[in-house]
């Protein structure tokens, strides 16, 4: 099986063509290449200062914003697991379309949101270091984990849910239904050692 994989960098930027789109309402028309060589992905990795949109495609496609990402940023597509990363001043702006997407790993300052409500059958969404989620989600089952000081505003609906969160984390399930929920806090070790010594 061929694999395909496509890393965008300021020299194949050209390859894929540029195009003028709209994005949401916060993004005015602006430059944006659009891959179009990617398929199946079943996973996001997003590392370093990224703003992730996901939305329900019926085929899969990656729209990455700003011309200054080049520099500096990486977005690859491999076996399914689409990777995205930037260390720059200014977030790196992508949009993902995605047809079988079932897990999302953000770490350092990445967020994520989703376009719309986002539907899946299965989601499992792992948050570490400052990384942050707004979703609204149509989904079965959710795994949904949040470490270190992660975000999480989670709206919509899930039938059958997971939620690990640690003690320093922030998440909010205000306007989120849920059939089956089961939460679990991960206390700091350190908070708990000293209140229960202050106890004794």
């Known amino acids: 099986m061929k694999t395909s994989i ?3 960098a300021i020299a194949l930027s050209t390859v894929f063509g540029i195009s003028k789109s709209g994005f949401a309402a916060t993004r005015t028309t602006e430059e944006a290449t659009t891959l179009t060589e990617v398929s199946r992905i079943s996973k996001i990795e997003v590392h370093g200062n990224v703003e992730l ?5 019926t085929t899969d ?3 990455v914003y700003n011309h200054y990402y080049a520099e500096s940023a990486l977005v690859q597509n ?3 697991v689409l990777r995205i990363s930037s260390y720059t001043d200014q977030k790196l702006v992508v949009w993902v379309k995605a047809s079988t997407l079932r897990e999302m790993s953000l770490y350092d300052n990445a967020e994520v949101k989703s376009f719309g409500s986002f539907s899946a059958i299965e989601l499992d969404v792992k948050l570490h270091n400052n990384a942050s989620a707004q979703l609204k989600m149509d989904a079965y089952t959710a795994n949904i984990t949040l470490n270190d000081h992660a975000k999480a505003d ?3 609906s899930i039938t059958e849910g997971t939620i690990n969160y640690d003690q320093s984390s922030y998440l909010n399930l205000t306007n989120l239904e849920t059939g089956h929920l089961t939460k679990t806090v991960n206390f700091d070790t ?3 050692c000293a209140a229960e010594y202050a106890t004794l």
């Open 190 to 192: 350190k908070i708990k």
């Open 53 to 57: 949109f996901v939305s329900d495609g």
């Open 154 to 156: 989670l709206t919509g």
């Open 6 to 8: 496509v890393t965008i």
């Open 78 to 80: 491999e076996n399914g």
């Open 61 to 63: 496609e990656v729209k």
